[in-house]
């Protein structure tokens, strides 16, 4: 396991006043196109925190948070999460501690739910009797026991979406990454799901429909023309009496600035 | 390890490993009937080779349109959010299938120096026969690999249709040009014109080198690809 990350720091009484930070994203920039959709982005984000990230270009969110996961590049700029920056990191130590789940949930349809589980744990380290232990803790939790044993190609989306959150969630990471979660879920599982126990844990959410995400972020961040520019408690959205939404989000950017 | 083991697995449930372990002895039973009905030894070698080249490029098809699989079901992108380094998920889908290859080419010849009258039975040694048989999988590589280039942008049915369309686009022109054309697709030519009183194995040699070395290349390029893909 790496040593890069401050667990004593963490650890201690004074991680609650020091908020070390869980997501730091320096001068990140993306053409796609001719089109900058992220274009100096600047983020840090405090340890602990669920927070929202929505863009007026509703692409730039779920770009930003493939390029932390490490499955787009970047045309410059640097992405550090959990304190370890991916192309440095241990493997191991990487997946333990960073966790995605995308639009598509990705999973190999050949495998089984328990098989997809097994083998993430097993990508993170995950070793022994604990890794037994995690997989029947997820599959109880996500309650995936019914469909354990069935391969995921006869399973239908909600299934799909839950046994990749199930898998991202295994390893206990530090930092989560959530593209447009949980489409399929009924609203009261998504809510039940989605509220994702940590006070170590980091969790950005990428959506097009921010008003799913409430009662589960406590942060908002907004990315307009490729840059940062609204990061803020969801308190004060309701202090300015604006609703959840990308116009809300707008508008309390316009007043912040 | 684990990655091997996961891309074994998935080679084998999608009946792909299967496919490229099959093709070699269905080349051999059907040369063994042409050989039969025909009567004639070199009838039998040519068909011999003529179907064992199509078992190369269809495994290089199946190969392609696996990883192609691979990559538009998000499959990589879920192990590659895992750490998994890409060159290493490029280099398991091209060395499994190429073992799988080798092996499935080993036990068509051996099923072949059983069942016909071929030369290869009266080699005068097993050295010979083995690099005859390692020539002829060979071109069967690059072919791969170039699949998976294919692979990285293009889907599954095109990727598949691609490696078809380059293997005959590569072969007419060998085939055409006779015996210049020797180095490049030997193992074929090899099986077709078994000589017992030839030990061909410097030249088997060399096309098993020059496949390896373009293989190689291509593979190399492959990872490049895959390396700048979004995922």
């Given at each position: 396991m790496p040593t890069s990350t401050p667990d004593a720091l963490w650890s201690s009484p004074a991680a609650g006043r020091l908020r070390p930070v869980g997501v730091e994203v320096n001068d990140l920039a993306r053409r796609v196109g001719n089109q900058p959709l992220l274009d100096g982005i600047e983020l840090a984000v405090p340890v602990g925190t669920r927070a929202l990230l929505a863009g007026v270009d509703a692409e730039a969110p779920s770009l930003l948070l493939r390029i932390m996961a490490g499955l787009a590049r970047a045309d410059r700029g640097t992405v550090t999460l959990a304190g370890l920056q991916r192309g440095s990191a241990i493997p191991e130590g990487w997946a333990r501690r960073i966790g995605f789940v995308g639009a598509?949930?990705?999973?190999?349809?050949?495998?089984?739910a328990a098989e997809s589980l097994d083998l993430a744990a097993r990508l993170s380290g995950i070793d022994g009797p604990d890794r037994q232990r995690r997989i029947e803790e997820s599959l109880q939790h996500f309650q995936l026991g019914a469909i354990?044993?069935?391969?995921?190609?006869?399973?239908g989306r909600i299934i799909l979406e839950r046994t990749a959150l199930a898998a991202a969630l295994l390893p206990d990471p530090e930092v989560l990454l959530l593209d447009e979660p949980l489409r399929a879920a009924a609203p009261p599982d998504r809510l039940r799901l989605l509220?994702?126990?940590?006070?170590r844990r980091t969790v950005l959410i990428a959506s097009r429909y921010p008003a799913q995400q409430g009662g589960i972020v406590d942060r908002v961040i907004l990315i307009r023309d490729g840059r940062v520019t609204l990061h803020a408690p969801i308190g004060e959205l309701d202090a300015q009496r604006l609703p959840l939404s990308l116009r809300g989000l707008t508008a309390l950017a316009d007043l912040v600035s | 390890m684990i990655l091997t083991i996961h891309v074994a697995r998935q080679l084998w449930i999608q009946l792909r490993l299967l496919g490229i372990l099959a093709l070699p002895a269905i080349a051999t039973f059907v040369a063994v009937i042409v050989d039969g009905q025909s009567g004639s030894r070199e009838a039998g070698r040519i068909a011999l080779a003529v179907g064992l080249a199509t078992a190369a490029v269809l495994s290089a098809a199946l190969v392609g349109s696996g990883f192609a699989e691979e990559i538009r079901s998000g499959a990589a992108a879920w192990l590659v959010v895992r750490a998994v380094p890409r060159t290493a998920l490029v280099g398991a889908w091209f060395v499994l299938p190429a073992l799988a290859v080798l092996v499935a080419f080993v036990l068509a010849g051996i099923l072949a120096g059983l069942a016909?009258?071929?030369a290869l039975l009266q080699a005068p040694d097993a050295i010979a026969v083995a690099v005859i048989l390692v020539a002829a999988a060979a071109p069967g590589l690059p072919l791969s690999a170039a699949g998976l280039v294919v692979a990285v942008y293009a889907p599954v049915r095109v990727t598949m249709v691609a490696v078809i369309g380059l293997a005959v686009i590569v072969a007419v022109p060998l085939v055409m040009l006779g015996d210049a054309a020797v180095h490049a697709a030997s193992g074929y030519w090899l099986v077709a014109?078994?000589?017992?009183?030839?030990?061909p194995i410097t030249i088997g040699l060399q096309a098993i080198g020059l496949c390896m070395a373009v293989a190689g290349l291509l593979w190399g390029v492959a990872a490049l690809l895959f390396l700048r893909r979004d995922l």
């Open positions: 598509d949930p990705g999973i190999p349809l050949w495998m089984t354990r044993d069935r391969p995921l190609q006869h399973a509220r994702i126990p940590g006070e | 016909l009258p071929l014109g078994m000589d017992p009183a030839n030990r």
